[in-house]
T-cell receptor
Framework: GQSLEQPSEVTAVEGAIVQINCTYQTSGFYGLSWYQQHDGGAPTFLSYNALDGLEETGRFSSFLSRSDSYGYLLLQELQMKDSASYFCAAHTGFQKLVFGTGTRLLVSP | GAVVSQHPSWVICKSGTSVKIECRSLDFQATTMFWYRQFPKQSLMLMATSNEGSKATYEQGVEKDKFLINHASLTLSTLTVTSAHPEDSSFYIC???????????FGPGTRLTVT
C-alpha cells in the first residue's frame, strides 16, 4: 500500500518556528511536495524536493531524506495567516500525487 | 499564470440525479488532469487521472460508471456524478499539469451536497 503519515495537529504562537514531519511508504517515489490548504479552499503549492536535502523558499523550508523515507516542512516566523492544514504529497508513477494524512496548524497570538 | 477554474463552486442536488462539474485550465494546456475527493477534515484522495483524448484511469475502489470523466480538450475536463446519493456529498477538487512539469495546479474545488 501507499501511505504518508503526518501528525494530526500542531500548535504554535506567532513568531515561532514549527516543523511538520512526514514519513512515507510508497511504491514508486519521485519526490515530495508540500501543500497548504485553508478551510474550504484549494491546496496551494509550497515546495518540492526531488533530491535529498533542504529547499528554502522564503519563510518555508522543506527537507527530504530518501534513505529514511522522511521529510519535513519548516515554517519560520509564524503568522496568524499560517493557520491552515498542511499536506505532504508523494510523486509516484504516472505523475500521480499521493497525499499525506494532513496536519492542522493552529497559530495563536 | 497556471490558473485552474472549477464550475460550479457549490451545488446541491437531490438523490438520484446527476451532477456535472467542469475543470478548466485557463492559461496553459493541461496534458493531464486529476480528480480528487476530500471529506471534511480528511486528506485528498485521488479518484482518477485523465489525459486529453484518452479514457480516464480510475483508482482502486472508485466506480467508473458512477463517476464519469471526460477530458475533451487540453483545457477542459468534466466529472459527472451519476445517480448521486448523500454519501457522495463531498468536496471535489481537480488539478492539472502541463508537460514536462511536475507541479499540479489545483482548482478551487466544488462542494457537492446531495439531499
Amino acid at each position: 500500500g501507499q501511505s504518508l503519515e503526518q501528525p494530526s495537529e500542531v500548535t504554535a504562537v506567532e513568531g515561532a518556528i514549527v516543523q511538520i514531519n512526514c514519513t512515507y511508504q510508497t511504491s514508486g517515489f519521485y519526490g515530495l511536495s508540500w501543500y497548504q490548504q485553508h478551510d474550504g479552499g484549494a491546496p496551494t503549492f509550497l515546495s518540492y524536493n526531488a533530491l535529498d536535502g533542504l529547499e528554502e523558499t522564503g519563510r518555508f523550508s522543506s527537507f527530504l531524506s530518501r534513505s529514511d523515507s522522511y521529510g519535513y516542512l519548516l515554517l519560520q516566523e509564524l503568522q496568524m495567516k499560517d493557520s491552515a492544514s498542511y499536506f505532504c504529497a508523494a510523486h509516484t508513477g504516472f505523475q500521480k500525487l499521493v497525499f499525506g494524512t494532513g496536519t492542522r496548524l493552529l497559530v495563536s497570538p | 499564470g497556471a490558473v485552474v477554474s472549477q464550475h460550479p463552486s457549490w451545488v446541491i442536488c437531490k438523490s438520484g440525479t446527476s451532477v456535472k462539474i467542469e475543470c478548466r485550465s485557463l492559461d496553459f494546456q493541461a496534458t493531464t488532469m486529476f480528480w480528487y475527493r476530500q471529506f471534511p477534515k480528511q486528506s485528498l484522495m485521488l479518484m482518477a487521472t485523465s489525459n486529453e483524448g484518452s479514457k480516464a484511469t480510475y483508482e482502486q475502489g472508485v466506480e467508473k460508471d458512477k463517476f464519469l470523466i471526460n477530458h475533451a480538450s487540453l483545457t477542459l475536463s468534466t466529472l459527472t456524478v451519476t445517480s448521486a446519493h448523500p454519501e457522495d456529498s463531498s468536496f471535489y477538487i481537480c488539478s492539472a499539469r502541463e508537460d514536462p512539469g511536475y507541479e499540479q495546479y489545483f482548482g478551487p474545488g466544488t462542494r457537492l451536497t446531495v439531499t
